[in-house]
């Protein structure tokens, strides 16, 4: 029997179109993020924070950040997916919880802390890392909103240098994407088609 | 009721030990990049390819190049997930297929492209995009994974520069993630433990 996170996976669609008169309370919000986190990151760094923009005010201020989309301000909750450098100093306090609990043993804590230090010290890995872990979570959180019953849409259409300076993004922290979530309103898209296997995929 | 993609979210687990005597068959590797390729692309442009490692011979020499990792041999399939720069040129062929059903004005489709052109001439923001594209692909095929009952490993430590040129990336495409699939063996970790909310979700 196929698994029901098929069908999910299948239908989910980028939202356009939300029903503004829905909201999500706190600890929807939390849940939501919870899911998002529970997603993987290189040596557990789980370099990601979220803002979640939910007031109206908040909502219209970042609407003009985002070249006046309408969804950031119709969707219950805009998501400022961010993504953060790799940072060495913070992985012992991330990592000794799984240290304590006897899993992980603490020579590897300190190997991977070294491996850390090492591998993004070139900028452009510590890029790359900072937009793939706040993707990870992204993503796992557009599918936990469809198990919700609720729509997702993703967008990288805004000012990232606006939104840096105005949520006060630390110097290691990027704007990686920002997720509308909420109640579908009508009119909005199926998913659309996609490329042939074809092109995609090559097995050997 | 809590919807059981909820359940799969929560169980899923960076494996590390897979069983090496299972395999999966052309059919299911292509059901998995399907099901990957339906996530989201900014534009639409899924930029994004995927090489299954599947053959004895060749999850070998991508070991070597993966600092003797095993779990790139003993998964049934190691995946390279590549991520392609945006390119304007190819996003008409991408968007035909939704303009010819009627959803996408044409003249849309060519202010995407136009955009895509204009967004991705900062080689920055091109290479954001191509790890973006393939980490949102690379995230789905895990819980689609996670779905099949099988269990899933994502690695960043590769030797990237020899994988491309190994594997024949194209110059405007990146290895963004190994991803390893199969069958669960003993020894696995659960889910790291995660940062508390409060670290890592403001409101407002």
Do not use: C
Not at 5 to 16: C, F, P, V
Not at 70 to 93: C, E, M
Not at 123 to 146: F, G, K, N, Q, W
């Amino acid at each position: 029997m196929t698994h029901p996170a098929i069908k999910l996976i299948e239908d989910r669609y980028s939202a356009n179109r939300f029903d503004n008169t829905f909201n999500l309370d706190t600890p929807e919000i939390e849940d939501l993020v919870r899911l998002a986190t529970s997603a993987p990151s290189a040596y557990n760094l789980q370099n990601w924070r979220f803002i979640a923009v939910r007031s109206k005010m908040e909502k219209s201020r970042l609407t003009d950040l985002a070249y006046g989309q309408r969804k950031v301000s119709d969707a219950a909750v805009t998501f400022i997916v961010v993504g953060q450098l790799p940072n060495h100093t913070a992985l012992p306090q991330r990592l000794h919880p799984f240290v304590d609990s006897g899993h992980m043993p603490q020579a590897m804590a300190r190997e991977w802390q070294d491996a850390v230090q090492t591998g993004y010290s070139d900028p452009v890995m510590a890029r790359d890392e900072a937009i793939r872990s706040a993707t990870l979570a992204a993503t796992t959180m557009m599918i936990a909103a469809a198990a919700k019953g609720l729509v997702s849409g993703p967008m990288v259409g805004f000012d990232a240098k606006a939104v840096s300076d105005s949520y006060h993004l630390a110097n290691d922290e990027l704007p990686v994407m920002l997720l509308a979530i909420g109640r579908a309103a009508q009119g909005n898209w199926p998913q659309k088609p996609r490329r042939p296997l074809t092109e995609v995929l090559k097995v050997q």
